[in-house]
């Protein structure tokens, strides 16, 4: 069992504060994912959790000890490094036996535990070779296996795969989530691919300069993002910039009813929420290109204020250059000063806005 409670950690170098009052439960088994653009946080969080940096206010207890002021190798904890730091005057199995040494473990033992830990990352039979002779994909498999070998009760991963090429990440993400399903481990991974988390997260922790936007699992944060930032940083999304007046966005080529007080709104919708129309009229909205992806097209779409959107649309629907269209949207989004004020029937229910390029409200017509 392996409980991580973080509570109000905050970070400050001295010019501000690079984590500001984080708090955080992470349950027993689960795999936490650490999001958010350079410089949000990430890193400095994950470290305080390692031991290698000393939390300016706040709490760490892993099964309920606080551990805030131990040093890393009293920790139950285990990090593997965006740079792997390997020894390079060892070979495989002196890397990954070198913290079992320290712990004083017989050398039979020791052997027995760097084969199991070399074999549960696919490098059985490499234990001879120097580091320097592996390719970059088997050096963080070693860096992971010189980890997990110690059995840390958490397992922190520094964004260990950014320094690979995509197919490789790609194949070694689902690799350590195998290991990390496999062995049950409570494990926090720093990504900023939003792709990285919502393949492998069971929760997500969204940072913003130190802050965190918004804890929950990948369908949650897709399909209900709480402030503009999440909904901008997770997948594809619109966003259109537009005054409400009465209720209703008076956009000219998006009427829709908003039941917010009046003032300016973002709306957001991702382009899965599109579906387009002919529209013979002039004016309104009109095709800017159309990209085919085999299992999609994916339209931009200029708006008459000078805006551009997104459509996702059928490979059968094949809309021109310059053609005039007419937008239906589902699943939308309203923020005001980055928080959610109102959110529309999700995919599937009723369509909350349907737009004719002369601004007639087809829903209510
Ligand atoms: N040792 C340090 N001294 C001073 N400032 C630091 C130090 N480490 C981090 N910072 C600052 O703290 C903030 C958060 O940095 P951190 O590395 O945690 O972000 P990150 O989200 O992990 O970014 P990245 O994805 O680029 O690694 C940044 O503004 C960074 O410049």
Redesign the pocket.
């Known amino acids: 069992m392996a409980r991580l409670t973080i509570k109000d950690i905050s970070k400050s ?3 501000g504060f ?2 500001d009052s984080v708090s955080l439960d992470v349950e027993d088994g689960e795999l936490v994912c650490l999001l ?10 994950l470290r305080m959790i390692g031991g290698f940096e000393t939390p300016t206010a706040g709490t760490i207890s892993i099964d309920g000890r606080d551990v805030t002021r131990l040093p890393p190798e009293k920790r139950p904890t285990g990090m593997v490094f965006q740079s792997h730091a390997l020894w390079t005057h060892m070979n495989v199995f002196q890397n990954i036996a070198f913290g079992l040494k320290l712990r004083g473990l017989p050398r039979a033992a020791i052997a027995e535990k760097v084969e199991g830990a070399l074999a549960l990352v696919g490098l059985a039979g490499y234990g001879g070779r120097m580091t320097a002779q592996l390719s970059g994909g088997q050096q963080q498999r070693v860096a992971l296996a010189r980890s997990l070998v110690l059995e840390p009760k958490i397992l922190l991963l520094d ?1 260990p795969f950014a320094s690979l090429d995509q197919h490789l990440r790609e194949r070694l993400r689902e690799e350590v989530k195998d290991i990390q399903t496999r062995l049950g481990i409570t494990t926090l991974f ?1 990504t ?1 691919g939003q792709d990285e988390a919502l393949a492998l997260a069971d929760r997500i922790v969204v ?1 913003r300069d ?1 802050r965190t936007e918004q804890i929950a699992g990948p369908s949650e944060i897709y399909r209900h993002p709480k402030t503009e930032f999440v909904a901008g940083f997770i997948g594809s999304m619109n966003f259109v910039r537009h005054e409400v007046r009465g209720g209703r966005v008076q956009h000219p080529d998006l009427t829709l009813a908003l039941p917010v007080p009046d003032g300016e709104v973002v709306l957001a919708f991702r382009p899965e929420a599109v579906s387009l129309g002919g529209a013979p009229l002039a004016g309104g909205a009109s095709v800017h290109r159309g990209i085919d992806f085999g299992t999609h097209r994916m339209i931009d779409i200029d708006l008459s204020d000078g805006s551009r959107v997104k459509a996702m649309v059928p490979p059968a629907e094949d809309w021109q250059k310059d053609q005039r269209v007419a937008l239906t949207i589902g699943a939308c989004f309203a923020f005001r000063d980055n928080r959610l004020i109102h959110e529309s029937a999700t995919a599937g229910g009723p369509s909350p806005a349907i737009a004719a390029p002369d601004g007639r409200d087809l829903a209510h017509a």
């Open positions: 170098f001295g010019t690079a984590v958010g653009p350079s410089g949000s946080g990430k890193s400095t969080l964004e720093v900023h940072m130190g």
